[in-house]
């Protein structure tokens, strides 16, 4: 049951059966699970440790969400970071302090390149500890490193050290997570996870800029149709933002051939058609590099530009003659639109995109290999 | 053969036995490489990676220092730490930029919880790659962000993208690493390894307060002298800094007690007489438990203030009663002594401290118990 | 009336007569006004600009400080650094953003170099303005440009962009300024004026550890009491405290002569007896400056250590042979005292001090000069 | 004369008119004049200080550039801001460190806003002095916060604090200064100044990508090209990069009816045709609001999008609507070009527009109004 409370941008979830008098209080602890959950996280992974155990008490003890303990933190990072990609929606790793989270560094860092929703969350001394004379062991130089460190590598961070401000941090760095599919970091000091505390409101996304969208959807078609051989690359954002089917419907409207990226194999296999093949640069399948490389309008759709995907081609794919849709931009030739989200740029294409007949589709002859499924990250 | 030359404070090493005109020069690579051996690195631990490739080939080449290669970047920063303790000297670990340092981040924080003189080197895209439109894989958010992440984990920091500034950046970053006794980091550029560069020269080390050492030894003989249960706790700096012996020989002079810390388990085990035994609060021994818990004047020299030295005591010992000499600085009762290296402290104490007779020593029953010998860290 | 509510460490001012149901509400600026009030601010100086307009409205409408308009901002912060320090309280300078406040960067430097507690105030715009396309003229690179200077010059810094936070925000910055005697930095975003605002509560002290104070007392009262020439150099902390009476009485139980620092000229005009002078070092009297620079014991207390007060100085002074009373620590011989608020310290020494017979007193000749009073900062 | 030496980027000058062997050494003061000069700096306005003193000695004894003393630091920021705009070339400002250099806090903000190449030069502490146990009066919290704080309102900043490296950090800067027409900050710690220096090197412009510049002047010109209502507000950049015949050249081939931006007035008063007038939005002439307000294609070139230019407007100029060619990036419809350097996108202008009748022009009637010349900043 969802109440929308009457107070400017935010709208409250309620949480169980019961609301008005009665309505169980919750804890900070709980307010987070609660807003996970809410989100479409489906479990927790985590080692508990020190600072964390609080945290792992009130997550066992209340069920709101599975918890899945491990015992080693770079294996909880990449099996959050999985967990999160498979079911599109965000996923969850929880450790301890210093020695726990410096050593999820790594696979966040993974997420941040890979575009993953990972949501980081490490316990914290708690607020009544900070002044004392002892350091702790891996804390880095202060008690401020860890968090220096984790701003680095994700896009938005929380320090849940006021219970009172908590739910609307939380509702800031998930819907945050969300929104640009990357890794965020909250930090739980342990003496507040009882703390009592309002449920996390849901915050309106960020307004889209229709205008410009629809501005930068027109141009992406003119090039697309003006161009003689218009090639679509898909990348792992469209999976990121449960878009396959509709990419598939446009690339079936605009009859464009379709490769995935390196990282994006797997991508759009159960579209019809699916697509040719996944573009290797020199070591893949010459057909696919030619057709890539010859493409005077090729589409990066949710493609990271990144070493990985483009750095093998030995011709290396121009980029002035691409057109790059990432990262909430859109360049084409000598410019860039944004901020422009993925999902309604192909919203855009695909109400002004015409339907095309099959016949400009390039007869590309790939040799037949049976593409290896279910490796899709 | 060393030459001095006289610009200022600088003292330059000549590596090979040809000098003067047929003096063949050496590259960024080998600068380093002859920096680290001469202030006694025995070998480099590491994984090659793209980035780190170059200085691979120049290392393998050059055979300044033997090179281990593993397959995990936390053991290659485990290594390189634990070699650097067992002879008292600096570890190093070389990693590739992104993924590899990335990884390296637990063990470095854990270095410089243990104060280890741990150098990590991580190659770099080079200068002339750094304006490219691709990113890098687990870049983090900018090029810089690593730099960032290492500066809470490290003691100081250099990237090496000016050969002609690099030789003087070297010897500042390593022998801080030396006097600190903790981890530092250089970055370099991949494409700078086999620029032309100038050998380290050797800074003189930072100057010592003499009459502050002094002041500080008088005061804590007094202390020691005039208390009816001083105890000696030593810790893991007294190896690092190599002070085994002096500390041993200090122990005897004031007839002592002496008990290590838990990070110091193992130390002075050859001394005669050898330490009581290890401080492990309300697990430990109760005899030994009981003596520091009620000695009058416990001196923690280079011990640790961690949660995992004392955090365990049940009582938990009051700090102000102790005597701490630790990280360059001494502070009892209620002031501080700043900056007051191990090692000066320990020789004055050494000068100054009278000969007491062994009847001072308390009769400590401990139970024959064969301490494990061979675990030092 | 005051109440206090039984909130932890919070206790809260109620304002106006009238309390409970009937209780008029108050918006930000007049919480903020109240508790500059209630900590002892006699006026406001300052400005009226576009980004400070609102608060302007509501400081002159609702007449709980007097406003004092001025017409060039540097005058406006060295008005209310005079007008705090003369009523050793805090002063209160209002800017508007940009070309105000970047007008008050030196007199504000100034506040901190002397130790006087001005509050600067600067309007800032709207929270709801800060996504337009238009810069703001004198803004600096970005809308937090302005608070990173200021962080560079003040001891704390608030912006209120929170009104449920502001209270206690409030209230933080303003406890430092009174305790470090130092300027502090607050940004009210003009839309926020006029939000609904709890009051300001007041917060405990920071604890004072009254064994570290009393065994430094003891020191520094041994070392003045063993000493064949103790002096008292007496500096603006001395009067930023409101400790001049108390001083003059431990100079008079302890028969030591005084003399005041240049910035603290003017101090104690009116103890019996008065200073004997002021130090100038070689541009002042010979008799003072050789009393001082002789002195085996000088006790600095509240004496800045800057230039302008000791670089003066032919000789200079050994300042290992003072001891040093100042911003909130305390150094003699070769070590520190550390955090020990000077008026703690000047009632553990008017505690243990014994009274001594004015004989010890040295029999310094001053040439008679009238020297002009009412000069003192 | 000028000679290029061999040494990739670096183009250096020689000063004087013997060069070889008798080739007088300069000083790090020296080579810094002669590289104002040469960028085509007039004079050095500044109020000598402590720490700026020997530079000024060496300003006055060498004669490079003539020494201008003022007794107000705002009035030394504000006439060597004035003497650069009016000459199209660097203004020099010198101040001492703390007070001196803080008091030009405003006007160097002011100069960021205006895009004025203000060159700060502040003295600084030796860094044989940096170690001293005496503050600086106005030093802000440490000896870097007085650059921390001219980072935010300059575009580069560099600190001399290594002879070796001086020039090329200083030829850094000032190149930036003029390819951004902002201001820089430099730092010369006094003790220096003296130092031998080599003179400094000229660097190579930053390359500019020719054929995004292109494209853009495309768009632009198909933009104005195909509006039934175009006009040309100038602003000041077209002033900062000298560009003023041009500009007028452009806007007579293309029939465009010119304004002034409110900073720009006085801009074109010499072309033929002069500007119809400048735009003050409601405050303004209503035949000249109007023009602007109902155009379909506004190019702003140059001008400052900041409230000062346009915030007057009652109805406001949707932006949406209009061409900014400003600080490096052109902006138009939805979508970025950047960087685009003002010239270069004048020059592609001038080389692709057509000349059109001057029939398009617009009939404005401006009541004949003198307008008041020589004011322009």
Not at 64 to 72: D, G, K
Not at 80 to 103: E, F, P
Not at 216 to 230: H, S
């Amino acid at each position: 049951m969802r109440r929308s409370q009457n107070r400017g941008k935010l709208h409250f979830f309620v949480h169980g059966r019961q609301s008005g008098p009665k309505e169980k209080k919750m804890n900070l602890a709980e307010a987070l699970l609660y807003a996970l959950r809410d989100r479409g996280a489906g479990e927790i992974f985590g080692i508990p440790g020190d600072f964390v155990l609080p945290f792992f008490r009130v997550s066992e003890d209340s069920g709101i969400l599975p918890v899945y303990t491990l015992s080693h933190e770079p294996a909880v990072g990449f099996a959050a970071d999985a967990a999160g990609q498979v079911r599109t929606t965000l996923g969850v790793a929880v450790v301890t302090y210093g020695a726990g989270a410096l050593n999820l560094v790594n696979a966040t860092a993974c997420a941040l390149a890979e575009k993953s929703p990972l949501v980081v969350i490490s316990g914290a001394p708690g607020v009544g500890e900070r002044v004392g004379e002892l350091l702790l062991h891996h804390q880095g130089k202060t008690l401020e490193s860890q968090l220096q460190i984790f701003r680095e590598i994700t896009c938005a961070q929380a320090v849940l050290d006021d219970p009172e401000r908590a739910p609307v941090e939380i509702a800031r760095v998930l819907e945050r997570c969300r929104e640009w599919s990357q890794p965020v970091y909250i930090e739980l000091p342990r003496d507040l996870v009882d703390a009592p505390c309002a449920p996390v409101p849901r915050l309106d996304p960020t307004p889209v800029d229709r205008e410009m969208v629809e501005a930068c959807a027109d141009e992406v078609l003119d090039a697309l149709l003006n161009a003689d051989a218009p090639v679509l690359m898909v990348g792992v954002e469209v999976r990121r933002y449960n878009l396959e089917a509709k990419v598939a419907a446009l690339a079936r409207r605009l009859s464009l051939p379709v490769v995935t990226s390196f990282m994006g194999r797997g991508l759009l296999a159960d579209a019809d058609p699916s697509p040719l093949g996944t573009y290797l640069g020199a070591a893949g399948e010459p057909a696919i590099t030619d057709l890539v490389e010859t493409s005077d309008a090729l589409l990066l759709l949710g493609v990271i530009l990144s070493d990985s995907n483009l750095a093998a081609s030995s011709r290396r794919i121009d980029l002035r003659r691409t057109i790059q849709a990432l990262n909430r931009r859109v360049t084409l030739r000598y410019h860039t639109y944004a901020p422009v989200p993925l999902e309604a740029l192909v919203d855009a294409l695909l109400a002004h995109a015409p339907t095309l007949a099959p016949s400009r589709r390039p007869k590309v002859v790939i040799p037949t290999v049976e593409y290896p499924r279910g490796l899709l990250r």
